[in-house]
């Protein structure tokens, strides 16, 4: 039988020793912020720490009064809404879409109130926002728009980047991501007194050490998720799974909890060297992927009851990951691991209904339904395509139960 895991991470053994010998040499942040603003046609690219602290300092900087609201969308990572109560902010949930993944304009609209001062469009899995309709919207009401492009690195709308349409974006850098530096994140913004601020305020000095325990992470996912290692690692995912255990969950899952002290961030030469490396190759990876995406968004399609998130009119949408809407994605998730092909819950919440944000609770349905539905499948670069008709296959069996 074909295995195939769910991820693997986007970088190559070759890259990995390149960005090693190249990060001996002095540099860090800087080389790769000054690609980061070509790459995107902004003018001021920061180091943070990570995205949460990006965007924590981001709105510090924005001179903002304790209690001013930021429309965030309800499906987020969680940590997004808990840097804007670490600011003194106020977060205010607004359902996606029902039928995408992106945040509502209209429903962004309605709650917009005298104190909103910001919205966080979020392009989650690569699928770009309605920037257009978001944009509009802040301009109407003199809202700050800062892009969430933690997943999202190389999309467009428009002919625009994603990333470039707002007064300030943030891009995080983690190993799970579509284009990894192994750690660290930036931080974008088109005003030279933001960008002064988020310098002295996010931005630590070059890296002294290489962060060795994410080299060594990277290292393992690599081998674990490899061709040749991956059977063993699914054994594993089986026997978790016949102990009611998710494995993934357990080795990664970060549970949602306020943030702490604030803190600032640097690359390392080494990975500054890799994000340079990666950033060249990232058009042609996106590509790939996304013709892998719409093989098969295409296939899915065919197969009751499963849905495909809709992309906008006008977005050049990555692809960083592949979710569908499958009613009962826990079982189903189940039954496509028994026939060798490994998905993923993904980490997602509807976090209007966490109860960190107890405070700011809202009834969101539509974040709540995806929340409930939304599966991740495979999708990386080296998935072939008969890879991919494997997993449409798959999926209808699952669900069919045959
Ligand atoms: C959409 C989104 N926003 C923000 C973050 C937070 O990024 P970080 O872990 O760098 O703070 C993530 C994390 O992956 C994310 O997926």
Known sequence: ???????????????????????????????????????????????????????????????LREGDEVLVPALTYFAVPAAVVRAGLKPVFVDIQPDSLAIDPEAARRSVTGRTRAVIPTHLSGFICDLAAVCALARERGLTVIEDCAQSLGGAFRGRRAGAWGEAAYFTFGVT????????????????????????????????????????????????????????????????????????D???????????????????????ALGLLQLASLDARNQRRRERALQLYGLLRAIPGVRVPRSQEGAEDVFSSCPVFVPGKERARQELLRRGIDSSLGYLQDCSALEMFAEQRRECPNAARAKREVLYLPLYEELAESDVELVADRLRRALRGA
């Open 177 to 248: 991501k579509h284009m990894t530096t192994l750690g660290g994140a930036m931080v974008v913004a088109r005003d030279e007194v933001l960008a002064r601020g988020l310098r002295r305020a996010a931005q630590s000095p070059v890296l002294a050490r290489l962060p060795a325990a994410a080299l060594l992470k990277a290292a393992v996912m690599k081998c674990a998720t490899s061709g040749p290692g991956f059977p063993l690692t699914y054994a594993g995912l089986r026997l978790c799974a016949g102990a009611g255990l998710d494995a993934v």
């Open 1 to 63: 039988m074909t295995f195939l895991p769910s991820f693997r991470p986007a970088l190559s053994w070759r890259e990995l020793g390149a960005a090693l010998r190249a990060g001996r040499r002095p540099g860090g942040s800087e080389e790769f912020a000054r690609a980061l603003e070509r790459y995107l046609d902004v003018p001021h690219a920061v180091a943070a720490h990570s995205a949460r602290w990006g965007l924590y300092h981001l709105l510090r900087g924005l001179g």
């Open 250 to 272: 357990l080795l990664f899952a970060e549970p949602p909890a306020q943030l702490g002290e604030p803190r600032a961030g640097a690359f390392h030469p080494a990975q500054s």
